[in-house]
């Protein structure tokens, strides 16, 4: 999944879509380029790798202008060499897309057919060209986008510039995700709403099919059809705080000793830690009403569901089949009405995950989500939202360490739900958070001391070890580790209410 961002500003606007596409970097890339308007001429800079190599580029050599695109590509089609990296660009405009032309093949003989040359192996050029073929017959931009969106067939959101009209951004999404920003006479478009988390929280996410034209002023938005519609405007939790590195050497390492406190946050939607209680009506599926769950997703989520699934199975007592997204709707798997399809992604974009998620909808069927990023194409599509953990959203790394415990914590979350009303004589002590605090605190490195009568040795393992509602300290720094306050799981006893003060590991510069 790659990056996509866009800018109509008041300011110089290659360093800021830089800055947007380094937040965007969590997706995986393998180029990256920049194209600005600047004085009416359209120009990029491009750069195999890292991200760093394009912010070098353009130290040595700036672009200027207040319109432009930035793109990190993860290649389909071509291999990731500066030649085939967006923006790709024609005499009249420059193009970034996200997603594969499936038709591309046929689009590209036709065109050359008509005289156009191809400089790159990717799909991609083809819109560039179709877009430029449209303008050279004479129509306007608008015009020309209107009559070629219907001739792409596949997966894209794709956003355009064009020589000459330094107000004037023009984006489609079908597929994969695109929001608009709304800023003080600027606007802004990216793939979510962590890209342009510095720049506004308003956004507007477009729907498939939908396409906009943004302006200095404002967007007009149209859906498939050529009707202007109207998509709301949510405030975003992406903000710019959660997404900095804090005073951690990298994202990984912060995530990782952030984990204790986005449990915690997590849990508590389902938990209520003061009196140690199920909160009432924090899943809002029914599972009374459910006897199987068809789990699917992908990648690490996957990985969170097969943890789920022996929750699930042991604690609440519900069978659970677990399928790559891939492969779920081609199963045809028979699901009744008492079944509830859940579908797990830390993104809620995940393609293969959020195909198979359409296809149960189209059925009829009991549908239910767990996302960590509540303005995401599952989140919106589904009524049932199981998790939205609170602080877990803007997530730069995809490793296992993070997003398995949080995803797992809102698994377990409705696993402990359930488990309640199975046996009510375990509601002081949910199981799902005596198994959080065996596979998952431990990873985060919480080694404690009681406080509740004075200090005493650092406890042994097995002994106690899961800290919730837990507040750290960073300025009571000792020896490498910081003070957290929080709430003690004990390991036999379930929830102790008492709060106590630990030391948490983190590693120094
Ligand atoms: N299919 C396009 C390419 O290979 C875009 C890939 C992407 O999503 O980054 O250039």
Redesign the pocket.
């Known amino acids: ?2 990056g996509i961002v866009g800018i109509i500003g008041r300011e110089q606007v290659a360093p800021l879509l830089v800055d947007a596409l380094k937040r965007l970097e969590y997706r995986g ?1 393998d180029s990256a380029g920049v194209a600005t308007l600047d004085f009416g001429v359209l120009d990029r800079r491009r750069a195999e790798g890292k991200l760093g190599n394009l912010d070098k580029l353009l130290k040595e050599n700036p672009l200027g202008g207040t319109i432009g695109l930035g ?8 291999a990731p060499t500066v030649r ?1 990296a ?1 923006p790709h660009t024609t005499p009249r405009l420059a193009v970034i ?5 499936e038709n591309f093949a046929e689009l590209r003989a036709m065109l050359e057919k008509d005289g156009y040359v191809f400089e ?1 192996e ?3 050029e083809t819109v560039a060209h179709l877009v430029t073929r449209a303008l050279d017959r004479g129509l306007a931009p608008v015009e020309a986008v209107r009559q070629t969106l219907p001739q792409l067939r596949g997966a894209f959101a794709i956003a355009i510039m064009f020589k000459g009209e330094d107000n004037l951004l023009i984006a489609a999404r079908n597929g ?1 995700p695109l929001a608009v920003g709304y800023g003080e006479g600027e606007m802004y478009l990216g793939s979510d709403a962590i890209a342009l988390a510095p720049f506004t929280d308003h956004l507007s996410y477009l729907e498939d099919g939908d396409w906009a034209v943004l302006t200095r002023s404002g967007v007009i938005i149209y859906d498939e059809s050529g009707e202007i519609v109207d998509r709301p405007v949510q405030k975003s939790a992406g903000t710019a705080f959660l997404v900095s590195k804090g005073n951690h050497r990298h994202f990984m390492e912060k995530e990782i000793h952030e984990q204790p406190e986005v449990i915690s946050h997590t849990l508590a939607n389902y938990l209520d830690f003061s009196k140690g209680m199920i909160r009432a009506g924090a899943a809002p599926v029914d599972f009374a009403k459910v006897d199987r769950i068809a789990a699917s997703a992908c990648g690490t989520a996957y990985y969170a569901g097969l943890v789920g699934k022996y929750w699930f199975e042991h604690i609440a007592r519900l069978p659970v089949d677990i399928d790559v997204a891939s492969e779920f709707r081609y199963r045809e798997m028979p699901l009744s009405k008492n079944s509830l399809a859940l579908f797990v992604s830390q993104s809620g974009e995940t393609a293969d995950t959020l195909a198979s998620l359409r296809y149960c909808k189209q059925q009829g069927l009991n549908i239910g989500t767990i996302v960590n990023v509540k303005e995401s194409t599952m989140a919106r599509e589904i009524q049932h939202r199981i998790s939205n953990p609170r602080r877990s959203g803007s997530r730069r790394c995809l490793d296992q360490g993070f997003h398995l415990p949080i995803i797992g914590s809102g698994i377990a979350g409705c696993s402990g739900r359930q488990n309640a009303r199975n046996d009510q004589r375990r509601r002081r002590a949910p199981a799902c958070a005596r198994t959080i605090r065996n596979s998952t605190l431990c990873n985060a490195g919480v080694e404690a001391r009681r406080s509740d009568r004075g200090y005493q040795p650092r406890t042994q393992p097995g002994q106690t070890r899961a800290l919730f509602g837990a507040r750290h300290e960073l300025s009571a720094r000792a020896r490498g580790r910081a003070q957290t306050q929080g709430n003690f799981l004990y390991s036999r006893r379930g929830l102790c209410g008492r709060r106590v003060e630990a030391w948490t590991n983190c590693i120094d510069r």
């Open positions: 999944m790659c890339y793109h990190t590509r993860w290649a389909t089609h071509g085939n967006h897309h996200n997603g594969i032309i790159t990717t799909d991609t994969p």
